[in-house]
């Protein structure tokens, strides 16, 4: 049964901590995203990776990082540095090349109090 | 700069009539388009694509028309169904995006019974 979890569905974090959002699919897809989503907006690109131990910035990168050490995980921080963490975060994966869907995770709803 | 721009944030229609999701590009590059469907707290599933080298593609009760001159494409669905109620995202890309997909900011559908 394949697919993308993401896990927590809900998290709550103090402001200043780091949190780490966990992403891992089981499609055997090399290209993998981290999106966020707010009201009213559309999905924003903030990190993805292309081949495991590579990664590049997305739009929105600015106080995230990530790791890809392998094919099937691709966790996401969110630091301290984030001004607005608060958000639904949205992991999604792919073959590699131009012209194919991605699927997605069933994302994770990050509130920083 | 929004390359995909999808104009109006909702929509109502009657259970059974066509439902018609516009969205606008600038981005002449881009040569792949797609449509997702998303329920609150879910993350996006894939609904249909078409290529620039065609101007229409069909998927049972969903259509997707392509003017690449006005560089706008829509989504019909016909009938619509109270099902179909959510929002609606388009998204492009072209050989230069390596993979990445740019989403408009979605339109929520409210199919009403």
């Known amino acids: 049964d394949g697919g993308i979890t993401q896990s927590p569905k809900y998290l709550f974090r103090k402001e200043g901590q780091n949190v780490t959002l966990s992403c891992e699919q089981n499609?055997?897809?090399?290209?993998m995203y981290w999106y966020r989503q707010d009201p009213g907006q559309g999905l924003r690109l903030i990190y993805y990776s292309q081949i495991v131990n590579d990664f590049q910035k997305g739009d929105i990168a600015e106080g995230y990082s990530v790791s890809r050490e392998k094919k099937e995980s691709f966790p996401l921080t969110v630091t301290s540095a984030q001004k607005n963490p608060t958000a639904f975060y949205l992991c999604?994966?792919?073959?590699?090349?131009?012209?194919?869907?991605?699927?997605f995770g069933p994302g994770t709803r990050l509130t920083v109090l | 700069d929004q390359q995909v721009k999808q104009n109006s944030p909702s929509l109502s229609v009657q259970e059974g009539r066509i439902s018609i999701l516009n969205c606008d590009y600038t981005n002449s590059m881009f040569d792949y388009f797609l449509w997702y469907k998303k329920y609150p707290a879910e993350g996006p599933t894939f609904l249909i694509s078409?290529?620039?080298?065609?101007d229409k593609n069909e998927d049972g009760r969903f259509t997707v028309f392509l003017n690449k001159s006005a560089k706008h494409l829509s989504l019909h669905i016909v009938p619509s169904q109270p099902g179909d109620s959510a929002v609606y995202f388009c998204a492009a890309t072209g050989s230069g995006n390596t993979g990445k997909l740019i989403f408009g900011q979605g339109t929520t559908l409210q199919v009403k019974p």
């Open positions: 078409i290529s620039s080298i065609k």
């Open positions: 999604a994966s792919s073959i590699t090349g131009n012209y194919n869907e991605q699927f």
């Open positions: 499609l055997n897809h090399d290209a």
